[in-house]
């Protein structure tokens, strides 16, 4: 029985949420109806003056707004909401035929915070490591020295009428196109095991084949 009224679901997209919410999962959502939003809840909202839904935590309540983060940014979101803009809270998320429950209120404010405070630590070693990292994703050695069926491989889906690029690793996301930076993000440290000219390749290669296939179903 759902205790918090009408549920809708929706496809979680992007890295901000990672690893709370990861692509492709689809997250189960209930408007708040007459309850307030809580700190430590993962709430769906539409930012002001934004047609483009974004999925992050309650931060802070305050009297001018109320601010989010999403548990792999560092910094809170510019824009303060109004109850208005928020459209549910995230409860669940599925993954096939599996469903996990996601904490709210208290316990998804020590979740987010476990979470900020599980990165400090590698900051030290990453800003070490950073250099070394990037010349060695750069060259693209490790990438070729992997076997093809190991490597790396780029799918796209589609998002409201949009190809949306991706990069898979078995059965896992872990790279997605920027279109208006036109620029791979990859999570570390997979951009180790990756050359960009062959995403680039695989991109355009993934790009003919649906304009092929999209000539061929016309009439």
Known sequence: MNTYGTMFLAAY????????????????IVPYDNR????????????????QP????????????IST??????REDTLLLQPKDIKGQVVA???????????????????????RWRRIPGK????????????????????????????????????????QFRLLLGQHIIGRYDDRKRQ?????????FVDER???RQQDENRTGLSCLTEESGP
Not at 184 to 192: A, M, S, T, V, Y
Request: charged share 20%; hydrophobic share 40%.
């Open 13 to 28: 997209i992007g890295p901000s949420m990672d690893p709370t919410l990861r692509e492709p999962e689809m997250m189960e």
């Open 36 to 51: 307030p939003a809580l700190v430590g809840d993962v709430v769906f909202f539409l930012p002001p003056q934004n047609d």
């Open 54 to 65: 974004v999925v992050h935590r309650v931060a802070r309540v305050t009297p001018a707004g």
């Open 69 to 74: 983060l999403g548990d792999n940014n560092i």
């Open 93 to 115: 998320a599925w993954r096939g035929q599996k469903r996990r429950r996601i904490a709210g209120g208290l316990q998804g404010r020590l979740t987010g915070r476990w979470l």
């Open 124 to 163: 030290g070693v990453s800003r070490l490591l950073h250099p070394l990292y990037y010349a060695l994703s750069r060259c693209g050695l490790i990438a070729r020295l992997l076997p093809a069926p190991l490597r790396p491989r780029v799918a796209v889906f589609q998002t409201r009428g949009q190809d």
């Open 184 to 192: 791979w993000q990859i999570q570390r440290p997979f951009r180790l």
């Open 198 to 200: 062959v995403l680039q």
